[in-house]
């Protein structure tokens, strides 16, 4: 994934939970905007997995694109670079028939002269849906509560929900034999960069066991890729455990954060993320080599001592060879990552359907094999919605 070079500033919204009460989900509607996967409950997120997984069997086994975004247009805000959330969005609106345009960094005014809100506020008057890349959380939140219309969040220094439904699909598509999403655990390895903390969302929101196996002062608990003093950053890590803990709660998973290797043992999917960057210009001193080398590097020995048939997992990009070793990376039984970089589009083609404003699906004279699954799906969602 791409590393931000500066680290935030404090959070101006952390995360709010909703829809819970004393331990238990309540029902509540979808939320306008896809900011956070702790604004959505386990039923919402599986029903917009199961429209993705739907979809992506429709065009890829039938050829069949449901034209949901039929003339609706996507704007797509990045202040950074990227490969595949740029892609997967672009090419996803294309297949619900819709529209994608691209402003890369500094092509549109965006909290400069103009105030975050009054832009957000005519993006929301010209276009259908929203999507942004930003260098600090709170301008996708600004872009949200200014906006009319449905804005995604594709990735800030705090989380990277996107990436999250990409890799739960992933997960879904290769549960171990006999086991549900629920019986599996995720051990994310090294550093806690925003996707990592977002694995930490995403496996406890479903009920799943969720492991950090990463060095002291580099763990979610420690404040994950939060800047400021000790004192602050442990008060941070603290409210993430705490989110955590109320999705665990909720859900029956669990977390376990240590930098005892033993952690690993039994993992299902093995997932790292890359070292370079997060610290360059904010850390003084400080090596990742040092710090992660050898000890944190995915290699097929790690990959077994986990179990013999544990999947690994990374958003990429990956830094071959620092992080994940070849052998492992390019294992056609053991890697996932390829297969999860695709998922990316088919994961955000369903939360364009859902949040968008869809247009009727009109395949009335036409036959396919998902088109029951499909129009399940999308009753689901609708469901949800009322
Ligand atoms: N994983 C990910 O977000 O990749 P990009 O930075 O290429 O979009």
């Not at 890369?104 to 276009?127: C, F, K, N, W, Y």
């Not at 694995?199 to 400021?228: N, R, T, W, Y």
């Not at 669990?254 to 210009?281: H, M, N, P, Q, R």
Request: with cysteine; glycine share 10%; hydrophobic share 40%.
């Amino acid at each position: 994934m791409m590393v931000l070079s500066t680290r935030g500033v404090m959070f101006e919204r952390l995360i709010v939970i909703v829809g819970t009460t004393g331990g238990k989900e309540i029902d509540m509607a979808l939320p306008k905007d896809f900011i956070d996967t702790n604004d959505f409950t386990k039923e919402q997120i599986l029903a917009i997995e199961d429209l993705g997984l739907a979809m992506k069997k429709a065009i890829k086994v039938d050829g069949y694109y449901p034209h949901l975004l039929r003339n609706k247009s996507l704007g797509m805000i990045f202040q950074q670079v990227s490969t595949r959330t740029r892609l997967s969005f672009e090419t996803a609106m294309t297949d619900l028939g819709g529209h994608a345009q691209f402003y890369g960094p500094g092509t549109i005014q965006l909290g400069g002269h103009e105030s975050l809100g009054d832009t957000a506020r005519v993006m929301g008057s010209l276009l259908d849906i929203m999507m942004a890349r930003v260098d600090r959380h709170k301008d996708v939140v600004g872009l949200a509560e200014g906006s009319a219309v449905p804005v995604i969040n594709g990735m800030s220094e705090f989380n990277h929900p996107t990436q999250e439904m990409g890799d739960l699909m992933t997960m879904l598509e290769n549960l171990p034999e006999g086991k549900k999403i629920e019986d599996c655990t995720l051990a994310f390895i090294g550093d806690a960069t925003q996707v990592c903390l977002s694995l930490m969302f995403i496996c406890s929101k479903i009920g799943m066991k969720f492991v950090q196996f990463g060095p002291k002062g580099h763990q979610i608990c420690d404040g994950a890729l939060h800047v400021g003093t000790e004192e602050e950053r442990a008060e941070f890590g603290k409210k993430l455990m705490e989110i955590g803990d109320e999705n665990c709660k909720l859900s029956g998973g669990s977390i376990v954060i240590s930098d005892d290797i033993e952690c690993i043992k039994g993992a299902d999917f093995i997932y790292t993320d890359v070292w370079y960057g997060l610290y360059d210009e904010e850390v003084e001193g400080e090596n990742y080599m040092d710090v992660f080398y050898p000890k944190y590097q995915v290699t097929m020995d790690m990959m077994n001592f986990a179990g013999p048939n544990s999947k690994f997992m990374h958003c990429l990009p990956a830094t071959r060879n620092e992080e994940v070793a070849d052998e492992v990376m390019d294992d056609p039984e053991r890697s996932l990552c390829w297969v999860e970089a695709e998922n990316r589009k088919h994961s955000i083609r369903a939360l364009l359907a859902t949040l968008g404003a869809r247009t009727p699906l009109n395949d009335e004279g036409v036959e396919y094999s998902a088109k029951a699954e499909l129009h399940a799906a999308l009753d689901k969602i609708c469901e949800l919605q009322a």
